[in-house]
Each structure stands twice: as structure tokens, then as C-alpha cells.
């Protein structure tokens, strides 16, 4: 058996900042190193951490885009249906697809259904529902809602090498580093 199927699984690993600007210039630095799966935790947004580390646009609005076209056909399909082929009544001499009356529930069903992607795009995009996560086996990390910021490199990245990823986060000075388990 190899050593490498010996080892135990970690999440990767979790470095502790005592400023925010430590924590921004080490989300560069290791960005600018080439880790790709990482990400920054701290008591409060930093728009400059987002920044740093990469973080992309999300594809929660074209989700909701299609969502809502979607939503806007299968209402105007399913009155123009009801209306012209499952059960059609001649009522005063209007035409059968009488579009005009059939705006307010296309609308509705656009809305309903756009916001109903846009929920589960995003529960889908976020990983919900995630009741645990592996940085809460660090006893450190608790201090993230309080006073402290956190720079988390996955052992997912394709740089990921434990050891020379401990020696880089090393190279920027941080107050613990931390294996995070699986």
C-alpha cells in the first residue's frame, strides 16, 4: 500500500490573519502563486479580499433569465392551450387567442417562476443544504466571526502539494496555519 493511500484526507489548509490587510495581501499572494480553490473568511465583507482571490462573477442572474423565460412561455402556452385547443368558448366574437387578456397571468408566472430559479440556482450554486463543513474541526476558525480572518487553500487545487503549500503560506507570515480534516 502507498504512503499517499495512508494518509488521511484533509479539506487543505487554513492560515489565520490578525488584519484584514494581511489577509487581502496574502489572498494575492497566493492567487498570484497560481491556487485557484481558495477562499477568504473574516468577521465582516472585504471587497478587496473578493478581489483578490479571484472571485468570479455567479450565474444566479442567467439562471433567473431562463427561469423567468421560462416561466413567461409555460404561462402564455398553457392559456393559449386551455383556450384555443383543450376548451375554446366564443365569447362575444373575440378571437380564440386573445393575447391581450393573457398578459397579466404571463406576467405573474414569469415572476413566479423566475423567482422560484433564482432560490433553487442558488441553494444548487452554494452547496445548500451544507449543515457542516470541514474548516468547523478547527478550533481557531470560531474566532472568524469575531476578530480574526482566515485564508483557506482546498487540497482540491491542482497546485495543492501539503507540504510546499504549508512552506508558501509559511512565506506570508500568518499567525497559525491549521490542516483542516475531512
Known sequence: MSHAALAPAIYGLLAEFETPTELVEASKAAHAAGYRKIDAYSPFPIEEASEAIGYHKTTVPLIVL????????SGFGLQYWINVIAYPLNIGGKPYNSWPAFIVP?????????GLAGVLGMFALNGLPMPYHPLFNVDRFSAATRDKFFLAVEAADPKFDLAETHKFLESLQP???SEVPH
Open 66 to 73: 431562463v427561469g423567468g423565460i421560462l416561466g413567461g412561455l
Open 106 to 114: 404571463t406576467f405573474e408566472m414569469t415572476i413566479l417562476f423566475a
Open 175 to 177: 499567525l497559525t496555519i
